[in-house]
């Protein structure tokens, strides 16, 4: 079942002899479920492409479509709520709040939304993340790996149609990196959510089901490796 498409999708910065082409006519098609790495040079476009597919940055024209709907077509409104609700971005750097403890930055998504914390939820994502014992620490009392670790619990906590990570294990080192991965082909198994990753590092990239390479906003190769 196909969750996600991308039609003659183009983001352009600048005009005329200064025109970036971000992204250049790209289309393509991610199922329900599948976990899908992004690799390419920087600048080539691909967290550009992460975050149109994810209401975070409109493009300069073509659709993207999240079960059928089409994510562009909303007003702002519209478009913040589909952000809050079908996607978990997860982000390099973390991107916690500093001054919230573990709790408050997991379920920081779930209360803007104005909805009710689902407590079993939160307390399974606790346990698999192993931040049992951490639940009040400040992100300035966690390590780099538990960091993301929170920044991956905030990710999953609204049960997101799509988790979309730009480099997630760019700051760690090999060992944290590969428990995130972990952790995050975890959500992709567990709870069958679409998992896009961008990444560098192509041991992590060989773990997906599908690899994407792009380069000067195009996609050079598209490669089924498992199904």
Do not use: C, W
């Not at 905030?154 to 080192?173: F, I, S, W, Y």
């Not at 198994?189 to 997906?208: M, P, R, S, V």
């Amino acid at each position: 079942m196909e969750l996600l498409k991308i039609e003659n999708l183009s983001k352009h910065y600048g005009s005329d002899a200064n025109m970036v082409r971000a992204l250049d006519d790209v289309y393509f098609s991610v199922k329900k479920g599948e976990f899908l790495a992004i690799m390419g040079p920087s600048g080539s476009g691909k967290s550009t492409l992460l975050h149109i597919i994810g209401g975070v940055d409109k493009p300069t024209s073509g659709k993207v479509y999240m079960n059928g709907q089409d994510v562009y077509a909303q007003d702002d409104e519209q478009l913040a709520i589909f952000r809050r609700r079908q996607v978990g971005l997860i982000y390099q750097f973390y991107n916690l709040i500093p001054v919230l403890d573990v709790i408050e930055n997991i379920t920081l998504p779930v209360l803007l939304d104005g909805r009710k914390v689902n407590e079993e939820r939160l307390n399974e994502l606790l346990t698999i993340l192993d931040l049992k014992g951490r639940e009040k620490h400040l992100p300035n009392q966690l390590s780099g790996g538990q960091q993301q670790r929170v920044s991956i619990g905030r990710a999953l906590m609204n049960a997101p149609a799509v988790v979309l990570a730009d480099e997630p294990t760019g700051n760690l080192d090999s060992k944290n990196s590969q428990e995130i991965v972990e952790l995050l082909k975890l959500s992709n198994q567990k709870f069958g959510q679409t998992l896009i990753i961008i990444t560098h590092d192509e041991n992590i990239a060989l773990q997906a089901d599908r690899i994407m390479a792009l380069e000067d906003g195009r996609i050079i190769r598209d490669e089924v490796i498992r199904k």
